[in-house]
């Protein structure tokens, strides 16, 4: 059995430890939000995969593009009888297929 000055001191002592408390408290779920936040870093959230994936999308439509443009340019030439140009079409063409496997 706790004696009665025992207790009362703890009593008195209870208010001044409560800045101690919070601070082991603190101090103890320190490592939980630590853990929580590299967890935060190291995660892709779905819209920042799907952000990613379009800016993807867009970059390989734009180089498509390109290579389309270029491929009708070339093409034009081709036949208007330039055999260089039907040469550089043939690339260009092969070119897109390589891209739309990507």
Known sequence: MIQKP???AALVALPLLSGCVS???SVVTAPVRV???A?????TSQS???EKRGRQVRK???ELGKLDRR???HLKECRGGDEKSCDMARDD???IQAARRY
Request: glycine share 4%; hydrophobic share 35%.
């Open 48 to 50: 920042e995969a799907d």
């Open 93 to 95: 063409y092969d070119d």
């Open 39 to 43: 967890v935060d870093w190291t995660t």
């Open 60 to 62: 390989q439509e734009e």
């Open 35 to 37: 853990a929580g936040k």
């Open 23 to 25: 601070t082991v408290a």
């Open 71 to 73: 491929y009708q340019k």
């Open 6 to 8: 025992a207790l009362l």
